[in-house]
């Protein structure tokens, strides 16, 4: 999966997955910069490495103090 966002400042940005009962799931720091735009990568698993479950997961990226929430489905 993968996380574009606006980011013409070039902050540094993080997105955190959170699973439904809103339990951490894993942290992700690594953004790559593409124009004004940055990317992070996430292959789907927990910070264990164990491949997650099916099911509604939510997403906060933070950058610069804010956050911005969304969700997603999870479908293998």
Aim: with cysteine; net charge negative; charged share 20%.
């Amino acid at each position: 999966m993968r996380f574009i966002f606006s980011n013409p400042n070039n902050f540094l940005g993080k997105v955190d997955i959170y699973d439904f009962a809103m339990d951490r799931v894993i942290q992700l720091n690594d953004s790559h910069r593409i124009n004004n735009e940055s990317e992070i990568i996430w292959n789907g698993r927990n910070e264990y490495g164990d491949k997650i479950a099916n099911g509604v997961y939510f997403c906060r990226l933070s950058l610069d103090g804010q956050y911005y929430w969304t969700k997603l489905a999870i479908i293998n």
